[in-house]
């Protein structure tokens, strides 16, 4: 049982069979992650295909705009990346892991710094601790961290694995950024600056580099960032959520999801 899941445990796939059909008309609105956006993609494609006549639309304004639209009545699904809070929970939200992603570390391609970092350095360089290339033997220049706004269920999810539920640091070489995107982000990485994205996004980019932590890079098992990637949905669950939860919980919806977060 994954943290701020349905309480289903592993019956899920039980709890939300696929449908055999679903009426004409349909719509799912989805918003929430960006880390959930080629995930959302890749099983809307699927939905739309399975059940002909049906609407999906998505957007990706971050986990916690996700959940107040969920909470306001204007999306049927929001897209996690973060366990719901006790609050969520008790407003009658319920989330359902679909996924586990792993955060990447990245610099952009042209950072002289060739080498990895081990995850007490990068907690350092996080917190604000450690500010300069040179202390890991990279050149003489400030670390320009570019950190995600605190609505982004990365953030969080960040602050909790790498942090160890620490705050960020607040020295003048930390840069919090105002949207929660992750192509603005990569593109002002430059020779000096570090961020953090959900993996399928970086992997097949050509203008970052992904830095390996305490020697693993995020494709092996024994990487330390991983965490869940969720859905979440009000209680009690309509026929379009079950219907959508259906598919994403399928074997058909496994492999979509297990392609989109190896990325594009």
Known sequence: MLPGGSGAGGNLAAQFPPQQSVPAGTTITIDGSTSMVLINQALKAAFLQAYPGTVVNTSATGSDNGIQALLGGSVTLAALSRPLTADD????????????????????????????????????????????????????????VLNRPSVSGTHKAFQSVVLGGNNFGTTPNIKTLVRDATTPMLQQLGVDGIGYATYGQVADQRTVRVLAIDGSTPEAEAYPFQRPLFYAYRQPADPAVKAFLGLALSEEGKTQIATSIKGP
């Open 89 to 144: 929970q008790q407003r009658g939200l319920v989330a359902v892991p679909v996924a586990k992603d792993r955060i990447a570390i990245v610099v952009g391609i042209d950072n002289p710094f060739r080498r990895g970092l081990s995850s007490n350095q990068l907690m350092q360089i996080f917190r604000g601790e450690i500010t300069n290339w040179a202390t890991f033997g990279g050149a003489d220049r400030t670390i320009r």
